[in-house]
């Protein structure tokens, strides 16, 4: 099973920037795609950025502009660059890996991260 850790979560002013990593336990062209999610209080776990295997990348549209997503392959880790944070993008930060193993689909979660922006 891939294992993922995340951080470099923490609190911000808004129009801040935060920088999340996301380290993987094996390599990205091993994971179909790495995915930031992110969950506020009271709301639903929202994907935010998407990497693949081959390095396409999606962006919510909620954060398109300000938000992007990388990777470094050489030392498997995948990062969510935010910039101009506001308050409604206070939530906790998931990183999650689906993946394929044995013929089957697999996901895994790191332990997530919170990021706080005060306004």
């Known amino acids: 099973q891939v294992q993922l850790v995340e951080s470099g979560g923490g609190l911000v002013q808004a129009g801040g920037s935060l920088r999340l990593s996301c380290a993987t336990s094996e390599s990205a062209f091993t994971i179909n795609s790495i995915n930031w999610y992110r969950q506020a209080p009271g709301s639903q776990r929202e994907l935010v950025a998407t990497i693949s295997s081959t390095g396409t990348t999606i962006v919510a549209d909620s954060v398109k502009g300000r938000f992007t997503i990388s990777r470094d392959n050489a030392k498997n880790v995948v990062y969510l660059q935010m910039n101009s944070l506001q308050p409604e993008d206070t939530a906790v930060y998931y990183c999650?890996?689906?993946?394929?193993?044995?013929?089957?689909?697999?996901?895994?979660w790191g332990q997530g991260t919170q990021v706080t922006v005060s306004s």
């Open positions: 999650n890996a689906a993946y394929v193993r044995v013929g089957l689909p697999r996901s895994s």
